[in-house]
């Protein structure tokens, strides 16, 4: 793309966006295809269309290998990077076939990738650590493949500013829910609950916002090794509504030391993934604790987890009226009736109250994170990443 033709997509009054998300539960692509106008703070937002396209299992079981130190090779990343371009390029083709919009008529997908390793948390005995992050999604194949101006690889520049790359959509979630005359909390439960905290009346700079801890992570291994593979997550909280809660396991699960760090602070499958997962529950069956009762008390754990960091890094300092609840975990309600049952005197809502599709907001949130990067402009929050400073996200692929 000339620098003439990126003048003019800069220049347009509205856009039409693709943001793809595929996050740590690696269970498909999300595609949301919305008209943006304007950018900045007074950006409007238009969700024209929501589609998950789910992996196979084949994929998925990739992205797991390619996650782990032990079997994350260079050869299996290097592949899986073009492997994953080519399915991004496929969700953004299809989302825009289903609402009959020709890809000529896409302005830009912004794809926030597959994150394959993460280190927020550094190891202070080991000076040759960086912090640093890792997604992979060929984005250079998805602009080829669709012709459409991609943003990509968002978090790389808040870390080379300083931060911790995570959480990426909190100026997302000011845009959408914030200047509210009540305090806010935006809680996304995937496979890492992540909460932004949006003050009454608040802008931007007093955001409060960071990683909980797990999400549906544990819950979805748990499911799977409780069905031998049949399930890969506990649909509508079946598994656990079986089940009774373990007061001693959910003691020790929140003696986890992430959750006593103090903000900014990230974290995901290196904290919670599959080996957190797989050893707690070889734990679990030492303890002869029902499977049930098992996968009851961490679905617990994750509720416990968010209200625990409210009570910690918000509510000593301001009043949560509000909770928006949205992700994968606004499905099972057993989790969200944990949360209702922590969260005492709070209201707690459904993300799609607002129009907004539970599992759409993060594909949302970066389609208006790329759209500030064709803007020019930053798309970080320094006091929810910890950077010295705002600064534009992302890089740009031209299209054809």
Known sequence: MSIDNLIRLKDKESRNVIGLMSGTSCDGIDACLVNITGNGLSTRADIIGFETYPYENEIRESIFEASCKETGTVDKICQLNFTLGKLF????????????????????????GQTIYHVSSLNESNDNEVRSTLQIGEPSIIAQETGVTTVSDFRTRDIAAGGEGAPMVPYADFVLFGRDEIGRAIQNIG???????????????????FDNGPGNMIIDRFAEIIT??????????????????????????????????????????????????????????QDNIDVHDAIATITAFTAKSISDSYGKYIQLSHKITEVVVSGGGVCNPVLLQFLKDYLVDISIRK???????????????????????????????????????????????SGN
């Not at 390029?89 to 919009?101: E, F, M, P, T, V």
């Not at 030391?257 to 103090?262: G, I």
């Not at 949302?364 to 534009?392: D, M, R, Y």
């Open 89 to 112: 390029a496929d969700a953004a083709g299809q989302i825009a076939g289903k609402l009959s919009i020709p890809l000529s008529e896409i302005d830009i997908v912004g794809s926030h």
């Open 228 to 285: 031998n593979g049949k399930l890969k997550y506990d649909k509508n909280g079946e598994l656990a509504s079986r089940g009774k809660l373990n007061q001693d396991l959910l003691e020790r699960l929140c003696a986890h030391p992430y959750l006593s760090k103090l903000p900014p602070k990230s974290t995901g499958r290196e904290d919670f993934g599959i080996q957190f997962s797989d050893n707690l529950f070889k734990e679990s069956r």
């Open 351 to 397: 993300v799609d109250e607002f129009g907004i599709p539970s599992g759409a907001k993060e594909a949302l949130s970066f389609a208006i994170l790329a759209n500030e990067t064709v803007s020019g402009s930053p798309g970080n929050v320094p006091s929810a990443t910890g950077a010295k400073e705002s600064v534009v996200l992302g890089k740009i692929i």
């Open 191 to 209: 496979g890492i609950s992540n909460v932004t905290f949006l003050p009454a009346d608040g802008n931007i700079k007093e955001i409060i916002a």
